[in-house]
């Protein structure tokens, strides 16, 4: 990540994805809407054995739900689900072990699942995995790759004629605030041209997750679909992955129950399912995010626009180089418009894609669309 996009991401995520940030959003939550009964639903929720995946199974599981913890660990599992039966008192807590990595076998479990039970109404595709070093699995797939898009594809699109079948089907994705710095690359999903970083390739399939359940939401109308940013929490995962972050930040992350807590709204609300099917989400309401179906969704400014404007000036920048047509001279006078953009101008700038992001620059300039 260049140091412009790692300042511009780190000013969104202070202002945005802090315990602080959640505890003054959540000034705002309605309480109502998670005074719910899930007696008689059904959940699946994979990686639910720590961090947000746990969270979200105990607080579901409070309410009376059917819970399916799939875990790569039958040690991890089992400890948790120890704890959830004892913390809720509720004993339909089910155990199935899968390591989302190897694709065929996510498969064959999707089958089985649908074989023995007659419902379910709610899939959380929670589980990640964050690679030091490219590594592949038995099938010859990037294990990073297969785990956080392929495996959640296969495992979701296999799913989907059980969740049909049942009342009030719901998916919902957990994604990750490193997404925001991504743009969306299909050339090279196996990650084996460039260097190999492992933090920047769980960011780019956190994109694909979002792009990929704008699409189901479009192909399967009668399962609501929603990808969520759970802020930046402290988990496992996030310590034994970004040990200096994690340890610089570690005053202010969340705990995992807050960030599981749009989960759960996400899961069981009737609020959460009054929006669109293939939003984008954070504490509890619709976020705007570059390529984002509702550019309306959200109307507070923040310093964190620098990202978005980031990310819409990559999109400008490609669509004006398929335009130049590899003439060298209007390559160079664009580059030092661009420049200039980026240095800022004195103009409200507002995005043609999100029409709400909008930064004050301190000198003149054409228009953003022009």
């Known amino acids: ?23 003054s959003a959540a000034k705002q939550f309605v309480e109502k809407d998670l005074e719910v009964s899930m007696a008689g639903r059904s ?51 089910y155990v199935h072990i899968l390591d989302l990595s190897e694709t ?31 590594d592949v ?4 797939l990037e294990k990073s790759f297969a785990t956080n898009v392929l495996g959640v594809y296969i495992l979701t699109k296999s799913l989907i004629p059980l969740l049909e079948k049942s009342a009030d089907p719901r998916v ?65 995962a996030v310590a034994n992955a970004m040990p200096d972050f994690h340890r610089s930040m570690k005053d202010s992350l969340r705990t995992p129950e807050q960030g599981a807590d749009t989960v759960v709204w996400l899961s069981v609300s009737e609020a959460a399912t009054t929006n669109p099917s293939g939003r984008f989400y954070q504490v509890c309401r619709p976020a ?10 959200s109307s507070t400014e923040t310093p964190g626009q620098l ?13 004006e180089e398929e335009e130049r047509g590899g003439e060298e001279e209007e390559f160079k006078k664009n580059s030092r418009r661009r420049r200039r953009r980026r240095r800022g101008i004195k103009r409200k700038y507002t995005c043609s894609k999100c029409h709400y992001f909008s930064f004050y620059f301190k000198r003149h300039a054409t228009d953003h669309d022009g």
Request: glycine share 8%; with cysteine; proline share 2%.
């Open 1 to 23: 990540m260049s140091l412009y996009r790692n300042s511009a991401w780190f000013v969104k995520g202070v202002t945005e994805f802090t315990r602080t940030a959640y505890l």
């Open 43 to 93: 959940f699946m929720i994979t990686g639910a054995n720590s961090g947000i995946g746990k969270a979200t199974a105990m607080a579901v599981a409070k309410k009376g739900a059917t819970i399916h913890m799939v875990c790569r660990s039958k040690d991890k599992a089992e400890e948790a689900r120890a704890d959830i039966v004892k913390e809720t008192g509720n004993k339909e807590v």
């Open 104 to 134: 065929k076998k996510v498969w064959e479990f999707a089958e089985s699942f649908k074989r023995k039970y007659k419902a379910l109404n709610v899939l959380i595709n929670n589980a990640g995995s964050i690679m030091s070093q490219r």
């Open 137 to 140: 699995n038995a099938e010859g």
């Open 172 to 236: 919902i994705s957990v994604s990750s605030g490193g997404m925001l710095v991504q743009k969306l690359r299909t050339g090279n999903l196996q990650s084996e041209r460039g260097r190999y970083d492992g933090t920047m390739v769980y960011a780019q399939h956190k994109r694909q997750q979002v792009v990929m359940t704008e699409q189901l939401a479009k192909a399967h109308t009668n399962i609501h679909f929603s990808v969520m940013h759970p802020g930046w929490v402290d988990t496992p």
């Open 288 to 297: 705007c995010y570059f390529g984002c179906s509702d550019p309306q969704s």
């Open 307 to 319: 990202v978005a404007l980031m990310l819409c000036l990559q999109k400008e920048e490609e669509e």
